[in-house]
């Protein structure tokens, strides 16, 4: 999964930013705990689980 473009299905806070459904990036690393950690369009890092995002396959 690592690589693969996401967009999140529901808003998520992180480090004090909002992000929003709707909004994308690209996974940089999955975690057993069933987070991710997704670099967001705009730059900034999200934690969401596997269950709040669909991925756009290559």
């Known amino acids: 999964m690592r690589g693969i473009r996401i ?3 529901i808003d998520v806070d ?3 930013t909002r992000h929003r459904a709707g909004d994308q990036g690209t996974v940089e690393e999955v975690h057993t705990d ?3 950690t997704v670099r967001m369009d ?3 890092r999200n934690f969401p689980t596997h269950d709040e995002v669909t991925s756009e396959q290559p």
């Open 7 to 9: 967009t999140l299905t």
């Open 14 to 16: 992180a480090l004090g």
């Open 34 to 36: 069933g987070h991710l």
């Open 42 to 44: 705009n730059g900034r």
